[in-house]
Protein backbone atom coordinates (compact mmCIF):
# COMPACT_ATOMS: atom_id res chain seq x y z
CA UNK A 1 0.00 0.00 0.00
CA UNK A 2 0.94 3.77 -0.30
CA UNK A 3 0.69 6.30 2.13
CA UNK A 4 0.87 10.50 0.99
CA UNK A 5 1.33 12.95 4.31
CA UNK A 6 1.75 16.65 3.49
CA UNK A 7 3.10 19.01 5.07
CA UNK A 8 4.07 22.54 5.48
CA UNK A 9 0.51 24.14 6.42
CA UNK A 10 0.22 26.80 9.31
CA UNK A 11 -0.79 30.13 9.67
CA UNK A 12 0.20 32.90 7.45
CA UNK A 13 -0.35 36.64 7.15
CA UNK A 14 -1.84 37.61 4.39
CA UNK A 15 0.77 38.47 1.54
CA UNK A 16 2.73 35.42 2.81
CA UNK A 17 3.69 32.51 1.13
CA UNK A 18 3.62 28.90 1.80
CA UNK A 19 5.38 25.57 0.50
CA UNK A 20 3.76 22.51 1.54
CA UNK A 21 5.31 19.18 0.74
CA UNK A 22 3.67 15.75 0.12
CA UNK A 23 5.85 12.79 0.50
CA UNK A 24 5.06 9.50 -0.41
CA UNK A 25 5.57 6.63 1.54
CA UNK A 26 5.22 2.38 -0.73
CA UNK A 27 5.59 3.01 -4.73
CA UNK A 28 3.47 2.44 -7.44
CA UNK A 29 4.22 0.64 -10.66
CA UNK A 30 2.96 3.94 -12.58
CA UNK A 31 1.99 7.07 -11.44
CA UNK A 32 -0.27 9.06 -14.11
CA UNK A 33 -0.54 12.64 -12.24
CA UNK A 34 0.41 14.29 -9.33
CA UNK A 35 -1.50 17.31 -7.72
CA UNK A 36 -2.29 19.41 -5.06
CA UNK A 37 -6.15 20.23 -4.22
CA UNK A 38 -8.16 22.13 -1.60
CA UNK A 39 -11.23 22.36 0.28
CA UNK A 40 -12.37 25.37 2.09
CA UNK A 41 -15.52 25.04 4.37
CA UNK A 42 -18.57 24.76 3.15
CA UNK A 43 -17.08 24.42 -0.77
CA UNK A 44 -16.44 21.46 -2.52
CA UNK A 45 -12.32 19.84 -2.78
CA UNK A 46 -10.80 21.82 -5.70
CA UNK A 47 -7.97 21.27 -8.59
CA UNK A 48 -4.93 24.07 -7.19
CA UNK A 49 -1.95 22.36 -9.07
CA UNK A 50 -0.96 19.31 -10.90
CA UNK A 51 2.02 17.64 -12.73
CA UNK A 52 1.46 15.10 -15.27
CA UNK A 53 3.79 12.15 -15.65
CA UNK A 54 4.95 13.87 -18.83
CA UNK A 55 6.32 17.20 -16.48
CA UNK A 56 3.19 19.17 -17.95
CA UNK A 57 1.81 21.20 -15.26
CA UNK A 58 -1.76 22.30 -15.05
CA UNK A 59 -2.94 25.19 -12.47
CA UNK A 60 -6.17 26.75 -11.08
CA UNK A 61 -6.85 30.04 -12.63
CA UNK A 62 -7.14 31.43 -9.04
CA UNK A 63 -3.41 29.44 -8.40
CA UNK A 64 -2.12 30.64 -12.11
CA UNK A 65 1.10 32.86 -11.84
CA UNK A 66 1.75 32.87 -8.26
CA UNK A 67 1.75 28.60 -7.85
CA UNK A 68 4.80 26.56 -8.58
CA UNK A 69 4.16 23.13 -8.13
CA UNK A 70 7.14 20.56 -8.71
CA UNK A 71 8.28 17.00 -7.94
CA UNK A 72 11.99 15.95 -6.35
CA UNK A 73 12.28 13.03 -8.43
CA UNK A 74 15.05 11.91 -6.04
CA UNK A 75 12.82 11.82 -3.14
CA UNK A 76 9.55 11.80 -5.02
CA UNK A 77 8.51 14.39 -2.80
CA UNK A 78 5.64 16.81 -4.67
CA UNK A 79 6.20 20.41 -3.81
CA UNK A 80 3.49 23.37 -3.88
CA UNK A 81 4.42 26.62 -3.20
CA UNK A 82 2.34 29.28 -3.48
CA UNK A 83 2.76 33.06 -2.96
CA UNK A 84 0.50 36.47 -2.31
CA UNK A 85 -2.01 34.69 -0.23
CA UNK A 86 -5.22 35.65 0.67
CA UNK A 87 -7.43 34.73 3.54
CA UNK A 88 -9.57 33.11 0.84
CA UNK A 89 -6.77 30.70 -0.08
CA UNK A 90 -7.68 29.04 3.65
CA UNK A 91 -8.29 25.90 2.79
CA UNK A 92 -7.59 21.91 4.09
CA UNK A 93 -4.95 21.13 1.12
CA UNK A 94 -4.68 17.69 0.00
CA UNK A 95 -2.66 16.10 -1.65
CA UNK A 96 -3.10 13.22 -4.82
CA UNK A 97 -1.96 10.61 -6.79
CA UNK A 98 -3.45 9.32 -9.66
CA UNK A 99 -1.44 5.79 -10.51
CA UNK A 100 -1.53 2.17 -10.60
CA UNK A 101 -0.16 0.18 -7.67
CA UNK A 102 0.70 -2.73 -9.59
CA UNK A 103 0.96 -3.90 -13.37
CA UNK A 104 -2.79 -5.09 -13.94
CA UNK A 105 -4.20 -3.03 -11.29
CA UNK A 106 -7.11 -0.47 -11.95
CA UNK A 107 -6.30 3.14 -12.14
CA UNK A 108 -6.90 4.89 -8.80
CA UNK A 109 -6.72 8.25 -6.85
CA UNK A 110 -4.79 7.92 -3.40
CA UNK A 111 -4.91 10.92 -1.11
CA UNK A 112 -3.60 12.41 1.52
CA UNK A 113 -5.09 13.27 5.00
CA UNK A 114 -4.63 17.00 3.88
CA UNK A 115 -2.63 19.75 5.97
CA UNK A 116 -4.29 22.62 7.39
CA UNK A 117 -3.60 26.60 5.93
CA UNK A 118 -5.11 29.46 7.76
CA UNK A 119 -4.82 32.77 5.78
CA UNK A 120 -5.11 35.72 8.28
CA UNK A 121 -3.25 38.72 10.20
Known amino acids: QVQLVESGGGLVQPGGSLRLSCAVS????????RGWYRQAPGKARELVAQ???????NYADFARGRSIISRDRATDVVFLQMNNLTPEDTAVYYC???????????????WGQGTQVTVAS
Open 51 to 57: ILNDQRT
Open 26 to 33: GSFFSVSS
Open 96 to 110: KIRGWLTRGASLLDY
